[in-house]
Structure formats: C-alpha cells, structure tokens
C-alpha cells in the first residue's frame, strides 16, 4: 500500500507476476510512494478502494450504436444523418455520421448532469511520531445529489480514509465540506450513514430545492455503450470525461478479500473523482466511480459501483443510518484442495471460530466443521457463502451442509441481524 504523508493515503498499489500494477485512487496525491505486492489480476484486483473516479466526456470514435439525446435534452432539431442500430436486433446501418451529433450528445448529458455533482472536502486528525500534538490533513473526493432536500451518495472511502503506518495514524473524518455546481459556498455536511462492505455513505447538507440526479437502470447496461463520468479530479470540480461501458459484472477483490462485481469503463480516471456519477446518453446514473487500474502500459481500464446494487443501500443508510444484513456469526477459512488434503479434511470453509449467541452457535455449527453446501449449492469460500446468504432476508432460514469428522451433516440456520 502507498502511504502519503503529506495527505491522507495514496493509492494501494499491487503489481501481479506478469509486472501489471493495480491501484485504487487516492482522495488527494501529493506525494507517492509505491510498495510491491503479489496479485493476480484474473479474477481479483487488490485495491482498498481510496479515493478517484472518472470524469466525463464524449468520445468521437467508431463507437456504433450511441443513442443521441440532443432531441430530449435541447430541443434541437437536426437534418444530420445519424447511425441506425438496433441493439436487440444487432444490425448496423453504417451511413456517414456527422460528429457535431456526438458533440451535441456530450454537451447534452454535461448539461444536465453537472449540477448535480458537487465536490467534497473531507479534513481528519492525524497523529505522528513527529509531532509533539494532533495535526489535521484533507482529501477531496465527489458525490451525488440524489434528493433535492440534502442527501448526498459517495464512496466511504471518500468519508473514512483511515489508515496508519509506523509515523502516523489518520482518524475518522472530523469536518465534511460540499461544494455545489457553480456556488462557492462551503456546505457543512453530516455523516449520515457509511457501509464499508459496499464502499458506500451518504452525507447531508442543510438545503432544499437541489438538482437530484436521475437514476438509471444499470442492469440494462451494454458492453460497447457510451459512458460519461463527473466528479472533483484534483479538487477540479465538474470535470467530465467519456468514453464506452468495457465489460459488466467484473470482480473486483479488494486487500481484505471483499469482492465487487463493478461496472467497467475506459473513462478517465483521476484522484479525488471517488463517489461520482457514471452515466449513459441519457443522462441517468448508473454507477458510482470507485476506482481504476493504474501500470505502466495500462490505459482506461476504470470501475463503478451499479447504480441498482447501490439503491438499497443506500436507502438503508437513509432510513436507519446503517444497513441492516442477515449474520452468520462464524469466522472462516478457505480450504483449497490441497490444504484441506494434508490436514485430513475436505475442501471448503474452515470454521475457525464461532460468535457466542451467534445463530451460527445456535443451530449447532462449531469451530472445525468444514462447511461445503449453502442451500444445496456446493461452495469453497467465505465469498460464496456471503453471496447465498445475502438473498436471504433477517429471519430467514438457511441450510448450511458441513462435514465434521468425515460425516456430512445438513443444518438449518436462523439467520440473525448482523
């Protein structure tokens, strides 16, 4: 992980075996340092999710099938000849397209987007070896006005950036700031809830009347479709940057295992874009900007958070100021093959431990089963066991296969709130 002493964190970097270097954006860079560490990058990407995200643009390529919203958006009509196609149908119609149609795209989303996009300015405590009392550093990150009476989606990354090393320690954020679209005003803001599992929060400023963000659909996305982000890059409020939707569903795993299925694009990424929009042609959200790949020879290679798994979240957040989920109460171990093969067990999760009063210890799970089924679905990591349990609501009931001393057994779990 890089450290920034003179701000609060730099990206977390990790190069694979191959040379890649991945890394996650910082809220704000002034000086960087980087560390080596082994990942893969197939199916996980080690990055804590700090702070960055891309901006929005246009891009002015072959990208066939970008739908124009000039009509909807300004009013304007046209006579220039525009791309026919059909995404269902897959047909192209290759007559000429004139770019000014692109332009008045870009133009167009920016327009409607921007004012709902606002900076943030986040100051925490620092404590160091080489201070005889507590200092303070800033970040800067980007959020999304998602109702007109205050409230604010971004990343907790943006909003709690700790971290310590050997010289210093950074707290929780003491101070929120938020900036609107062309006032200079500083907004103080209120933490209103966060969910690190997710790397979302959401802040609220005290003001009506707002330009809320329209929300997409981001379960209609399509690989080739044109994306346009907004965010604060370097304290540079309302910057924009484009370009396509690269793949959908990529998992993403951070350093403390978490794993993501985020949206990816090739829009430009930079430090401080962390919590703002991705949107379509439109002008819909559908993502939230979280982090991007960063190496030698890597280029546009950014991810979102989808706009559909982030509502429920944060709606929980606005109602109960946390998010309530469905608890276990074990703490496990993956148990490849050949692991599980020279401790005489089987592959699956190692129960380490179980919680007292846990519904884990209350349906009858202990510490040295091997679990290897969550509702009659074979599994081998703690992941895989979230995901099952997460379909499941508090209170409902969930059965768990475990193999304890070479006998399997089938147990019903209670599911708790965590």
């Known amino acids: 992980m890089e450290e920034n002493k003179d701000n609060v964190k730099a990206p977390d970097t990790v190069i694979d075996k191959s040379g890649k270097e991945f890394k996650a954006v910082n809220p704000s860079e002034k000086k960087q340092k980087e560390k080596k560490s082994k990942a893969g990058f197939g199916k996980t990407?080690?990055?804590?999710?700090?702070?960055?995200?891309?901006?929005?643009?246009?891009?002015?390529?072959?990208?066939?099938?970008?739908?124009?919203?000039?009509?909807?958006?300004?009013?304007?009509?046209?006579?220039?000849?525009?791309?026919?196609?059909?995404?269902?149908?897959?047909?192209?119609?290759?007559t000429q397209i004139s770019l000014e149609e692109y332009s008045s795209t870009g133009i167009a989303v920016a327009q409607k987007v921007q004012p709902s996009i606002v900076g943030i300015k986040v100051e925490y405590t620092v404590n160091s070896i080489f201070m005889m009392q507590q200092g303070t550093a800033s970040a800067e990150g980007s959020g999304i006005i998602i109702s007109e009476d205050g409230y604010i989606l971004t990343n907790n990354h943006v909003i709690n950036s700790t971290s310590s090393s050997s010289y210093y320690e950074i707290g929780s954020a003491n101070k929120v700031t938020v900036y609107l679209y062309n006032d200079t005003t500083e907004y103080s803001a209120t933490v209103v809830g966060t969910d690190a599992e997710t790397d979302l929060a959401v802040i609220k400023i005290d003001k009506t009347g707002l330009p809320a963000a329209e929300l997409g659909d981001s379960d209609t996305v399509q690989v080739g479709e044109f994306s346009m982000a907004i965010g604060n890059p370097l304290g540079m409020q309302s910057s924009v940057t484009g370009g396509l939707i690269s793949a959908l569903n990529r998992e993403v795993t951070d350093s403390d295992g978490k794993t993501y299925k985020l949206i990816q694009t090739d829009a430009a990424i930079n430090s401080g874009n962390s919590g703002g929009a991705l949107v379509n042609s439109q002008g819909q959200v559908i993502g939230i900007n979280t982090l991007k790949v960063s190496a030698t020879g890597v280029e546009g290679m950014g991810f979102a958070i989808p706009i559909n798994s982030a509502k429920p979240i944060f709606e929980q957040l606005i109602q109960y100021n946390k998010v309530k989920r469905p608890y276990i109460g074990i703490s496990g171990r993956d148990l490849d093959k050949i692991t599980a093969s020279r401790n005489n067990l089987v592959e699956g999760i190692y129960v380490v431990s179980v919680e007292e009063y846990s519904a884990a210890e209350k349906a009858g799970i202990k510490a040295g089963d091997v679990i290897i089924k969550a509702d009659g679905k074979e599994i081998k990591t703690m992941n895989e066991l979230n995901e099952i349990k997460n379909t499941h609501n508090i209170g409902d009931s969930m059965t768990v296969t475990i193999n304890r001393n070479g006998h399997e057994k089938d147990i019903t779990i209670t599911l708790q709130e965590q």
């Open 45 to 94: 990407v080690a990055v804590p999710f700090l702070s960055g995200v891309l901006g929005a643009g246009l891009v002015l390529g072959t990208c066939f099938g970008v739908p124009s919203i000039r009509n909807n958006l300004l009013n304007v009509d046209t006579n220039k000849s525009t791309i026919s196609t059909s995404a269902s149908s897959g047909q192209i119609n290759t």
